[in-house]
């Protein structure tokens, strides 16, 4: 017989609207970023500990909305954690859970986990709720060092994907134009900033970094300029123009364009000049994002995986979710991390002569700046030209999807803790 304390309500709208109570707290931060993650408010009390009946009650409410796609893919991540989520009809409703050659399966699947003591619960969980969906929920585990992050990352993926296949289109989204100007932040002034652009400049002992990052695409894709004494290490290379090709791939994918002018004042380091160039552009990507997300909301997070068949065709994916922390990883599918470091990103010279090393200080000062985690998927081994093109292509692709209108999140960054700081 039905309990009648059973109750659930799901609605598309304002997200911070939550009411969660099972018996147990994982359960219920799970069930949580499921509906943070799809744009939807919550009202869910459940008293027993049937898993499995509580998904299953949760995927038919949501299969109760009008469809808009069929099928969805994404790539779920928690900062150390990530996932790979594929959802496909299936009428009677099946979960495939597989792992990369990093991740133990059955270990992971058996960690204990908050208030768990095994994962098997959230695998009761995710049954039921394919089956209440009549879908097919495939997950690729791929980064595991804490089982919560990765446990949070296969959860936000899949409501990630749930909000594609069945989120209704939202009324069109107006950025603020309203222009801040001449804020100063220690080392950083914000020349101007609004909702489709952000002038920054960083002076430092060593140099001085004008970045314009402009989503209005009012000036040519990028303009790259640097002054200042040669630096040695690209001294008679094309690196510089490589760098160029790199920020095209990365602006044009994102749907921005780029102005950078770097002056060195007395320190002629390619370190300084990409770790730098990386932290400003993503100080002014932070920018313009928060004036979205608190004027008319944005999703806050994104991957280059937009649709099923990315996950069979990108040899190489990323990963962006900006909750105000600093972190970014490379995780190989089938090599193992010291391979990849040495045949991708130490030591290797690219395109002309840019030092993967820099490259990779690139991304982590983009990471910084931004306030960001990014995370790099690496499916196939590829050449290492081929490998870095494709992670600024796709980093881009990320970007353009952190930073889309979504008003069911107006005000609130991707984490439940709805906190940038």
């Not at 109750?7 to 931060?29: E, W, Y």
């Amino acid at each position: 017989m039905k309990n009648e304390r059973d109750q659930l309500k799901l609605a598309f709208g304002n997200v911070q609207a939550k009411r969660i109570i099972t018996p147990n707290d994982f359960i219920s931060h799970m069930v949580e970023h499921i509906a943070w993650r799809m744009g939807c408010a919550i009202d869910l009390s459940w008293p027993g500990t049937d898993w499995q009946a509580l998904g299953h009650r949760l995927g038919a409410r949501i299969r109760a909305f009008p469809p808009v796609a069929p099928e969805a893919a994404t790539l779920g991540m928690m900062d150390d954690g990530s996932a790979e989520i594929l959802i496909s009809p299936d009428a009677s409703g099946t979960l495939d859970i597989r792992s990369g050659a990093q991740v133990d399966r059955e270990w992971f699947l058996a960690m204990r986990c908050e208030q768990l003591s095994s994962g098997r619960g959230l695998v009761d969980l995710l049954t039921g709720l394919a089956r209440g969906l009549e879908m097919k929920i495939e997950i690729m585990i791929v980064s595991f060092e804490d089982p919560h992050h990765t446990w949070e990352a296969v959860f936000r993926g899949i409501g990630v994907a749930l909000y594609r296949m069945f989120s209704p289109p939202p009324p069109p989204v107006e950025f603020n134009d309203a222009v801040e100007t001449d804020i100063q932040n220690g080392d950083i002034t914000i020349a101007s900033g609004s909702g489709h652009k952000a002038e920054i400049i960083r002076h430092t002992a060593e140099s001085q970094l004008s970045v314009n990052v402009d989503f209005s695409r009012q000036s040519p894709p990028v303009f790259f300029q640097y002054k200042g004494a040669p630096i040695a290490q690209y001294r008679d290379t094309d690196a510089l123009d490589g760098f160029h090709e790199l920020l095209a791939l990365l602006a044009g994918q994102a749907g921005i364009s780029l102005k950078i002018v770097f002056r060195s004042k007395i320190l002629s380091s390619s370190h300084v000049l990409l770790e730098d160039t990386g932290m400003v552009i993503g100080r002014a990507l932070r920018e313009i994002l928060t004036q979205r997300m608190m004027g008319q909301g944005i999703n806050g997070a994104g991957s280059s995986i937009q649709c099923p068949e990315d996950l069979k065709q990108q040899p190489i994916s990323v990963g962006v979710s900006v909750e105000g922390r600093k972190f970014t990883r490379f995780v190989p599918f089938a090599a193992t991390t010291s391979e990849i470091r040495r045949q991708l990103i130490i030591g290797r010279t690219v395109l002309g002569g840019l030092f993967s090393e820099d490259l990779d200080d690139f991304i982590d000062g983009l990471s910084w700046g931004l306030g960001g985690s990014i995370m790099v998927h690496i499916k196939e081994r590829v050449p290492a030209d081929t490998a870095w093109r494709l992670i600024f292509e796709n980093l881009g692709r990320a970007l353009k999807e952190v930073f889309t209108a979504n008003p069911y999140r107006k005000g609130v960054p991707p984490g439940v803790r709805a906190n940038l700081n």
